[in-house]
């Protein structure tokens, strides 16, 4: 019979050998500690079965553990939730340490840029964990819910940190900019890209005064037309309606709207109008652009809403209603003369096939070297065809980073 210390060793190896990114707690099994890994972007409740059938000294961490148990109670279900539990306290106490660990005075003094990456980093951890499908479909007096809902605030603690150190990077960025150039015709687009870049001040008065109004009158149109029925967007939820302006939320938008900017975008192309947000967005902040947005058209409130923004944006929105895998093609048959799209935003179908031919198509309505922003890329689905798009030479991937949470960015080539 092997003794308890080589039982434990053998014990630690397994579980090591089976977890490629781990977490670890400790217990106290036979006077001695055990120390347990498991994988947090993983279902818990698998690992916890298989965490209680390994054996230490030839027996099985379950009937050690079910001495705890209440009289009555299902030992195998009491130890399975006890490990459960344990291993979601090692997660919250995982999370909560790093995010703390993000505002010391030492991480203050280790320079922006690798503050952005290791917030980044972290913020990437959490979302991982909390689509592990663990915390899918619980209960409300669920004690994993309660978990969920501390990973959620750490989530958006991350994301405002995120936020505001982004913006302090770019003004430094253009300080700099700007004191090695103060005089000339450099030192005069500078300027502009100043004042094309104040939104990075407060991008919450930004949105309100460039477009507010007009995005909550569009978002109230799509809930009379369709009340608990109006399809999601980058401002609004899918069902309700509901307004999007959590910091997660407003940095995605920022995100978008930066890339459009950057590109010097004139003539944007659109997959997925819907009620008109994204268009309304564009519309307002570049002055002169023009979108054309191409919509599958089935929502009732699509084509008055798009009426209502070629008026009050005076002709500068057009609309093609139908299945983008047809029309876009056939609008390039038909236009041969026109000019092509310098950006194109694509929030269409979330089918591979669709994904993949709606960047293929977009692209080739474009100039080489066109923007393109594909949402949803955090759909398993959307993000392969555009990997194959990457892979295929379609489009090349830009500025990977903190924008990248649920939007791949690129340039057609």
Not at 44 to 59: R, S
Not at 302 to 321: D, G, H, V
Not at 340 to 356: I, K, L, M, Q
């Amino acid at each position: 019979m092997p003794t308890n210390q080589s039982a434990l060793a053998v014990f630690l190896i397994l579980v090591a050998l089976a977890k490629s990114w781990a977490l670890k707690f400790s217990l106290e099994i036979d006077g001695q500690k055990v120390d347990v890994q498991f994988d947090p972007y993983q279902a818990l409740t698998p690992q916890a079965v298989e965490i209680m059938h390994f054996e230490v000294g030839e027996i099985k961490l379950v009937d050690f553990m079910s001495g705890a148990c209440t009289e009555g109670q299902d030992a195998i279900v009491c130890v399975q939730d006890r490990i459960v539990g344990t291993m979601e306290d090692t997660i919250i106490e995982r999370f909560t340490t790093l995010s703390s660990s993000l505002v010391t005075v030492e991480a203050m003094g280790e320079g922006l840029e690798i503050s952005i990456a290791r917030t980044y980093i972290a913020l990437s951890e959490v979302k991982k964990t909390l689509y592990s499908g663990h915390f899918e479909g619980l209960s409300p007096e669920s004690r994993s819910l309660r978990i969920a809902t501390s990973l959620l605030e750490i989530q958006a603690f991350l994301y405002s940190q995120l936020s505001e150190r982004s913006r302090q990077s770019a003004e430094t960025a253009l300080e700099k900019a700007a004191a090695l150039a103060s005089t000339g015709y450099v030192a005069t687009e500078l300027q502009k890209k100043r004042d094309m870049y104040k939104h990075i001040q407060n991008f919450d008065q930004f949105e309100e005064e460039k477009y507010g109004t007009l995005m909550q009158q569009l978002t109230s149109y799509a809930l009379q037309e369709q009340p608990s029925n109006v399809e999601g967007g980058i401002f609004i939820d899918h069902g309700a309606g509901s307004f999007f302006k959590s910091s997660s939320d407003r940095h995605k938008r920022e995100c978008l709207l930066m890339s459009v900017m950057d590109a010097g975008a004139r003539n944007i192309g659109e997959i997925g109008f819907n009620v008109g947000h994204s268009s309304a967005m564009f519309l307002s902040v570049l002055e002169g652009s023009k979108v054309h947005s191409f919509d599958i058209c089935r929502h009732s409130y699509t084509q008055p809403a798009a009426k209502a923004l070629y008026e009050l944006f005076e002709e500068r929105l057009s609309l093609t209603c139908g299945d983008s895998r047809t029309t876009l093609k056939e609008f390039a048959e038909n236009t041969s003369d026109r000019a092509p799209f310098d950006y194109f935003f694509v929030d269409g179908s979330h089918s591979y096939d669709d994904a993949y031919e709606d960047i293929v198509n977009s692209c080739a309505l474009s100039e080489k070297g066109a923007g393109i922003a594909v949402d949803d890329c955090n759909d398993s689905e959307v993000r392969l065809a555009w990997i194959e798009a990457v892979k295929n030479g379609v489009v090349v991937e830009k500025n990977k980073g903190v924008c990248w949470v649920d939007t791949c960015f690129g340039a057609c080539t």
